[in-house]
């Protein structure tokens, strides 16, 4: 962390939402020498705390805000098309284009640059919890006596690498079995329909991707195929090879079974932090061996799935971490 602002004092630019999704406005961060920016692109100028509406290359209209003297928004219509007509338009103006800029620059508001780096984390991070967390920083720092300009007094511990999976979803992967719900639950972790549910043994051909919300953390989750070894076909064979892959970067593996189809993970994911799910309690009794049973699966508040998302986020940020007063030593970010 340091406090020094080095932004070329030449326009570049960068794009600020996302490039393939369209929506009604887009934003464009002019960053540097402005002024040199507005005369390539032959737009007038635009003074600092203004908000002016301007003819870009004679097929956009775009607000631009001018935020500092080396700071603007350019916010043209969202279409992913109307955006590359803007980014053509600053190319062809040789005006070079930036992957990140300063936090000191992108948030001309913060009055440090540990607030700084926060609102810069705050702008992407996925778990509704990381905001509260993110905003309590200054607080934090200012009881712990540390210099929110100054690089932090200790190095990164474990704790801050917990709260990291706030600011970037941790993945989590189900292995199991064929046929032992794995594909029910995470429907009932979504709250809504993803995976293909049925009683055959391979009805999920293909490792399914979700983005849940599990008491305020985000996570990746993977509903992997039933892992068998016998009857399978080549197109299932590559499925399950490919999500055991996949498995090796897991930040938590989910080890579902129930009472009547034992299974144990493979040597190479036994070393890998794992919660043991043993689901269909209200058909086939408990197991001692699991950590947390479920039973019929729902979307009610009182559901086993609620219990299993409580249990998945304890494992991964426990609530202790979060709500720990000590200072959070952010991740570097990109300057």
């Known amino acids: 962390m340091t406090g020094a602002d080095d932004a070329d004092p030449g326009p570049s630019w960068r794009l600020v939402t996302p490039a393939t999704s369209a929506g009604a406005v887009a934003c464009l961060e002019l960053v540097g020498d402005v002024e040199e920016a507005f005369r390539r692109l032959g737009l007038a100028p635009v003074a600092v705390g203004e908000l002016r509406l301007r003819a870009l290359h004679g097929l956009d209209h775009a607000l631009i805000a001018r935020m500092t003297p080396n700071l603007a928004h350019v916010m043209p219509h969202g279409g992913i098309a109307a955006v590359r007509v803007a980014e053509a338009a600053l190319h062809a103006a040789g005006i070079r284009r930036l992957g990140s800029v300063s936090p000191r620059i992108a948030f001309p508001e913060a009055r440090t640059w540990l607030e700084a780096c926060s609102l810069a984390w705050l702008a992407i991070a996925a778990s509704p919890d990381a905001v509260d967390v993110l905003l309590d920083q200054p607080r934090r720092w200012r009881s712990a006596g540390w210099d929110p300009d100054a690089p932090p007094p200790r190095a990164r511990n474990q704790q801050d690498r917990l709260l990291d999976r706030l600011l970037a979803p941790p993945l989590i992967v189900a292995l199991g079995p064929p046929n032992v719900g794995k594909s029910t639950l995470l429907n009932a972790l979504a709250r809504r329909r993803v995976s293909i549910v049925a009683d055959r043994p391979g009805t999920t051909r293909d490792h399914v991707g979700a983005m849940l919300d599990l008491d305020g953390l985000t996570v990746r989750y993977v509903d ?112």
Not at 309 to 319: G, K, M, N, T, Y
Request: hydrophobic fraction near 45%; proline fraction near 8%.
């Open 224 to 335: 992997a195929p039933g892992i068998r070894e016998h009857g399978v076909d080549p197109i299932e064979a590559r499925a399950i090879a490919t999500s055991l892959v996949i498995a090796r970067s897991a930040d938590l593996i989910l080890h579902v079974s129930d009472h009547v189809t034992p299974w144990r993970l493979p040597a190479e994911l036994a070393a890998l932090p794992t919660l043991r799910v043993q689901t269909r309690t209200d058909l086939h009794g408990g197991d001692t061996d699991a950590d947390i049973a479920v039973g019929r699966m729902h979307v009610a508040a009182e559901s086993s799935a609620t219990k299993l998302a409580l249990a998945i986020r304890q494992r991964l940020v426990p609530r202790e971490a979060a709500l720990d007063p000590s200072p959070w030593v952010l991740p570097a970010i990109a300057e």
